[in-house]
């Protein structure tokens, strides 16, 4: 950072750079030059009895899944969809989040190593004053909270981070229901609601996906030629695919963590709670899950081959509630291209994958919901898109509902639409009340330019922290037009 000072030049710091869906490895603005820190790789430290670990930025999911288990320490992995290759710390510092217990994967962050722009480092007051070990133990630390000013903004380039991992229960469970009928989700809404409310710690979250979304994990994309004349999946066909793969309208998926009386106790509240609103309710363990997949296998025919592509994704869905980190959501990235995929290492942006992120909070309330679901069905196929949605709870008061924009990145007409449309979708939602919890980096500028008072202090910030603007300059809190 010196010498990028020296020279005026602004940077952009990446960890393993596997941002996709909000822009890879992009930085906001040109002219900038990538800091690749994947090659620190180092796990600095672990305590194996209180279960914090400090990592590098090059740390991965799968490292440090291999490092917990040639350890034999059983503690989960704050996995996410993205797989097994991402940074643990970059991800926590995008605020990501998952389906372990800590699925709001920056609260678990206790402490953090930071270089400034001019070359000088910022160590937290805990561990200065205190002791660096009391500083990975306590994440309020004392005086300001630094910490957060790191998190989605250019404030510093995080160099280590300290994270407190869940132990691996006794027993880890999955519910998954079905809804037989769309009218029904209001009233699951506020069922998911009052089982959150009632159920903290042992009901970790609940997904709920609609038909499109489900499908896209279990068929493969329709041939052209049963494309309507958008290029989109008729509803019948959708229907049809529905029925054929024994996909609901709506289909639900929970977490369940604790001792195994414990999880039994809430399994009959869960389903005392679905009653007349859920059907096909249905409780799977790992082992459950492993014969079910067994059993699938051996079913002769198309019936058979469906049936255990469904029980292959719900299998490996499973190993990622115990985080264990795999790759069993990547395959949506390559879904609407039909693009050929490997059978691991997936890498949608090398493999020229098409996909933006649209992800808006929405609160828990079922009319909300119903607007936003209204508002996506209504929006995505104008813009061209298959409407896939998934809300996933964030606590009990939130979801937050990740719609993919697929497209064909080697069809440059469908890239301009699924640009511009991602800026319409943030727009108008914004109108509706729903605005996303992250942004893609073409999204930066928008976003920026919506925002007056909270520019001015992050401006006022970024002059005293980077009054060059070196660190991922346009990046949520870049500097104020009037102030450069
Ligand atoms: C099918 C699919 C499913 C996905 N599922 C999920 C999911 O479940 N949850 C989820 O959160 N995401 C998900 N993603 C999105 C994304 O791929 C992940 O969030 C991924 O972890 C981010 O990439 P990364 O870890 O390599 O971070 P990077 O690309 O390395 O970093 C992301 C950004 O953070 C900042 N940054 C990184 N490192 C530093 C640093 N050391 N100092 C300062 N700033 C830094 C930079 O601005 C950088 O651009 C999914 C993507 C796909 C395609």
Sequence with gaps: MRIAAE??????PIST???WGYGSALPTSDCVTLIDLGALQAILDFDPELGVVTVEPGVTQGMLADFLDRGGHDYMVPVTGAGPNCSVLANALERGYGITPHADHFSAVTDL???LADGSIHRSALAEAGSPELARLFKWGIGPYFTGLFSQSGFGIVTKMSIVLVRRPQCAKVCLFSLADDKLLEAAVQRVRRLLVELPGTLGGVNLM???RVLAMTAPYPDASQLDAHGLMPPDLVEQLGRAYQIAPWTGFATLYGRRSVVAAAQKEIRRAFKGVGSRLLFLSPRQAGWLTALARR???????RLGRSATTLNSSLELVQGRPNETALPLAYWRARLPQPAAGRNPAADGCGLLWYAPLIPMRPADVRRFVNFARHELPRLGMEPLITL???GDRLFDSTVPLLFDKRDSTASTAASTGLEHLIEAGRRLGFYPYR???QSQAAHLARQTENASVASRLRQALDPLDLIAPGRYAGRHPQDR
């Design 7 to 12: 020279f005026r030049l602004a940077v952009h």
């Design 17 to 19: 750079g596997n941002n």
């Design 299 to 305: 079913l002769p025919g198309g019936m058979g081959e």
């Design 439 to 441: 942004l893609h980096v």
């Design 392 to 394: 996933t709870s964030q």
């Design 113 to 115: 190593e930071a270089v």
């Design 210 to 212: 609609n038909r499109h």
